[in-house]
């Protein structure tokens, strides 16, 4: 009901508006797909995905709204929900939220919110799509000048594990979050802040609380340090010991004309607070490349510390090179160890024609893999600014201490584009892992290589409005975009997707 | 008006899913699931063959990056505190029904020794209502009943699950050794508290004047203390046992005289 209710004064509002100033914009996602659904004896399904998001813009008052549609034959699984609403008022110093709003405190130790545009998570259970989010439900209110910035929020985090239709609403929302954050600018150069938040969660009595201290300064031109010590206000403060509830986060930048670089340290006990409202940063080099995205090390609050190394330098002509060090240790009862080192180098032969190459070594005990060694070399070639070609390849293997053999994991995609709003590719990936599978109800384990076919075509009909339709079948695995880790699932068959903004 | 024709893609359906899910104090739902053999499958495994046991689950996902490093403690507190016990059972469930190889990885990175069952998701939506939960501890009663349902990772709450597996064992020691069994001549009392530490109390009662021994085992049977030995006189007793310097774990208190022997397990916590 409430749905329509939206929708209706949405429109209402809208039509009652006629001010030059208001502003209605918005954007859609459709997807539609038909293939395989593991687990069930009934594995093909036709499933369709829609998400609507809707601005109401007038000078400083805003709304928004967004609608989530899914819909198989299977009725048990389909919802059409009202699954954020907003109200803003925003001026120079001020900006009060009521609604569903993103909010981060400090760097994300003890809360942090995101939406990943366009983004689509699918349950691992019935394979249920919603959007993938975690926004907080409530009320913030904010001021800021050149002096202070002070926010105040109480508010509900998603948990989203579980999609929109889960009954009863707050399995969804099963912790109530009360904060307070406060910066201040000293100088232009030099912040300081600090953090109080209390947390209750359902069917746990009585509340959390903790403290924070954060700090941002340019100590010199071209380089600056940053850092937070987040704790449970029942711990000793500064007590660094596994009996304690704490998270230090500790970093520096730096460049000096074309090198550049950062360091930054982690230090994470007894952290995941609530069912995992906070994503302190995770220090794992976060790869675009779909052998080492997948191979990604998955931050574990309860107890971790580490470290990533990075610099860069670029030179003239465009070229570059990056290397990459990274470490994390988990022990919380039983000591894992991650480790890697990567080095990518981007290479301009000239307008037509560019090269770029990667080679990464780690271990990872959390997996079981031993000198994992990764490369590969992407080519892209274009023609006369009107048409072009670019080949990834990618290989990847590592041993595992209980199996025999090396396992191997083969990436190549292939792209031809008309530019600039045709795009069609064939990517086929290949693996001897055998912890892989080509079918996800079997509980035999498979020997024979693996192999990954799909077949690409994007089109841009115009800067608003792109359709993209997958066919074939796709491999699924851990996947990290912008710190946030999650399970993408197998997929064999076709998909579209058709998205708009207006 | 180009809103409207959106809104217009949209077809007005609305449902809702509420899974079921059972909780504490209802009866356990069976399941039935390959097991783990090597890196392939195994013998099948059910709820009905521990019928009369107290059952341990550990709810994982095989390459859940959390459960691999929070294991160990299903391995090294819940399970062998009572892996001798054979009224206990421990069964890891994979809930993202992955291969076996993933399986026996996980297997081999937590150290885990206790029996693992394969694409077990659909206990995972029996006893939680949803696949969102993993990295969860259950415990069943031998009465078939669910005790114990976790909220949060297995390393969060694992002494309250030894505390609730205790006091199920506790509970069929109590039926099995019930008072009338023991002889009139003298009486060994369930220590309290209990799970303890450091400390706990051991009551005793005896008809006559006996020559009695009061002594604590561990579980491989070598004696860590002698709370009392001699002459005592008829009458109740209490003597406290202070386990500081001790691991965690189960123990065993034994009372011992010329008319009898009587046993019973008390469990430290650190």
């Known amino acids: 009901m409430r749905i329509f209710v939206f929708i209706s004064s949405f429109v209402l509002l809208v039509l009652a508006s006629t001010s030059v100033k208001a502003q209605v914009y918005g954007s859609n996602t459709f997807e539609l797909q038909y293939g395989n659904l593991p687990f069930e004896d009934d594995r093909e399904l036709t499933t369709s995905y829609d998400q609507l998001n809707l601005f109401y813009d007038h000078d400083k008052i805003s709304f928004y709204g967004r609608i989530e549609h899914f819909l198989t034959p299977k009725n048990d699984r389909n919802y059409l929900e009202l699954t954020q609403k907003r109200f803003q008022y925003q001026d120079d110093n001020f900006r009060v939220r009521v609604g569903n709003f993103y909010e981060t405190l400090g760097r994300g130790l003890l809360l942090r919110s995101y939406d990943i545009p366009g983004s689509v998570y699918e349950d691992a259970y019935d394979r249920t799509r919603y959007a993938f989010n975690r926004d907080l ?11 202070i910035q002070i926010n105040l929020l109480r508010a509900k985090p998603l948990l989203n594990t579980f999609a929109p239709n889960t009954k009863p609403d707050s399995l969804r929302r099963p912790d109530l979050i009360d904060a307070v954050q406060t910066n201040f600018f000293l100088t232009e150069d030099i912040t300081l802040g600090g953090i109080f938040m209390r947390s209750q969660t359902d069917g746990f009595s009585g509340s959390r609380e903790f403290g924070s201290f954060l700090f941002d300064a340019n100590v010199i031109e071209g380089v600056s340090v940053f850092g937070e010590y987040a704790f449970n206000t029942t711990s000793k403060l500064f007590s660094f010991n596994a009996a304690s ?3 230090l986060y500790l970093g520096t930048n730096f460049y000096y004309n074309s090198l550049g670089g950062s360091l930054e340290y982690k230090n994470y006990q007894n952290f995941r607070l609530g069912a995992g409202y906070n994503d302190p940063p995770s220090l794992i080099k976060e790869h675009t490349y779909p052998l080492l995205n997948r191979s990604t090390h998955v931050l574990e609050t309860s107890d971790e510390t580490g470290i990533q190394a990075e610099a860069y330098y670029n030179f003239e002509g465009g070229h570059s090179i990056t290397l990459n060090y990274t470490t994390a240790t988990n022990e919380v009862f039983k000591k894992f160890e991650y480790r890697e080192y990567f080095v990518e180098g981007y290479y301009v032969v000239d307008n037509f024609l560019s090269f770029k190459g990667f080679l990464d070594f780690a271990k990872d005990d959390l997996k079981g893999e031993e000198n994992r060694i990764t490369f590969g070399i992407i080519t892209d070639k ?22 025999p053999d090396r396992s191997q994991n083969y990436y190549a995609s292939l792209a031809f584009s008309y530019l600039p709003d045709l795009t069609l590719s064939v990517v086929v990936e290949a693996s001897s892992d055998p912890q892989e599978t080509d079918d996800p109800t079997t509980t035999v384990s498979e020997v024979d290589t693996r192999f990954w076919l799909g077949g690409n075509v994007a089109y841009k009909f115009n800067s608003d409005i792109s359709l993209d339709l997958f066919a074939g079948k796709r491999r699924g695995g851990p996947a990290c975009t912008s710190g946030i880790c999650y399970e993408i699932l197998d997929f064999e068959g076709v998909e579209l997707r058709f998205s708009t903004r207006f | 008006m180009k809103t409207l024709k959106v809104l217009l893609l949209i077809i007005p359906l609305l449902s809702v899913t509420a899974f079921a899910q059972i909780a504490v104090g209802d009866t356990a739902i069976t399941f039935s699931y390959d097991s783990l053999s090597g890196n392939s499958t195994g013998e099948s495994v059910s709820l009905e063959d521990y019928a009369g046991k107290v059952v341990y689950i550990f709810f994982y996902g095989a390459s859940c ?7 160990p403690v299903t391995e090294s507190q819940i399970y062998s505190s009572f892996k001798d016990d ?34 077990a998701q659909q206990s995972l939506i029996d006893y939680y209502g949803g696949s969102g939960y993993y990295d969860r501890s259950v415990v069943i009663g031998a009465d078939g009943i669910l005790k114990y349902k976790g909220t949060s990772y297995v390393n969060s709450d694992y002494e309250q699950v030894i505390e609730a597996i205790q006091t199920e064992l506790d509970a069929l020691i109590i039926s099995a050794e019930s008072e009338p069994d023991q002889p009139e001549s003298m009486k060994l009392q369930q220590n309290y508290p209990n799970p303890f530490n450091p400390s706990t109390v051991i009551s005793y009662k005896l008809a006559e004047n006996s020559r009695i021994s009061l002594k604590v085992f561990d579980m491989l049977g070598r004696e860590v203390a002698t709370l009392a030995n001699g002459i005592k006189a008829a009458g109740s007793h209490s003597v406290t046992f202070n386990a500081t310097g001790l691991s965690s774990g189960i123990y065993l208190y034994q009372l011992k005289s010329s008319s009898g022997l009587l046993t019973r397990k008390m469990m430290l916590i650190k």
């Open chain 2, 65 to 71: 990056p959390h459960c691999i490093s929070n294991g």
């Open chain 1, 245 to 247: 509830d704490y998270a």
């Open chain 2, 86 to 119: 054979t009224n206990f059972v421990a069964l890891g469930m994979d809930t993202w029904n992955y291969t076996p190889s993933a399986n026996a990885a996980f297997r081999n990175s937590t150290g885990i020794t206790y029996t693992l069952l394969l694409n």
């Open chain 1, 137 to 147: 439900e409530g009320a913030a209110i904010g001021y800021t000048n050149n002096r």
């Open chain 1, 382 to 403: 274009t023609f006369d600014y009107t048409w072009g070609l670019a080949l990834d390849l990618q290989y990847q293997t590592f041993d595992r201490s209980f199996e």
